[in-house]
């Protein structure tokens, strides 16, 4: 790879940047200031620094977000930021969303720029379960928690799909509902749909990820070789 596109990819700098910074002396390559902005670095062997610190090279990054509220899940937004504000300083180019969370719900957020995992993760065939914890406006019965169970009219052309329901403790409020869909608004249609209304919304799961719960929201971290090895 190009160092030009090494400094690019790493987020150390734009490319229109590389050419002066390349120049400054600040940057070394193997020890040695590199010459030109197309020498080719191995990213497995040479060690590239800058300022005497290591620019690591990864191909993909993958990290867990603990989204809060009032922040839109998406790359760039006209009007506000988004999640990937807390991204701007990762060593890392091209990060995404995988999927999206409503403004109001908070929770599991998978981040990266492995647009194939991305893929198997959201499409509709492969059935990724997501948990949600949600809070109810009012108790949910067991007819209506029957019918979640079987699938509900949200007013799509097709009802969802069976989903797993779940009382979180004593009290009938407190839903943890699983689905392996992901129509927009779905949780709080299917809610709805049982004349009900989700008061809040987080969710716990994506797949065989589990939202750390020592994150606090707005915190994130990398995934480990064993999250990253159940994802694969
Ligand atoms: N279902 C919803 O209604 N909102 C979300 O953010 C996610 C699932």
Known sequence: MRLDKYLVHTNTCTRSEARNLIRSGRLLVNGAPPKAPDLKINEGLDLVTLDGREIKYEEYSYYMLNKPAGIVSACEDKREGTVMDFFKNEPCKGLFPVGRLDKDTVGLLLITNDGDLAHRMLAPNKHVWKTYYTELESPLSDGDLEKLKNGVDIGDETPTLPSRPEFAGESRDKVFLSIHEGRFHQVKRMF??????????????????????????????????EELETLK
């Open 192 to 225: 709805e749909a049982v004349n009900n209304k989700v008061v809040y919304l987080k969710r716990v799961t994506f797949g065989p990820l589990k939202l750390d719960e020592t994150l606090k929201e707005g915190s994130f971290r990398k995934l480990t070789e």
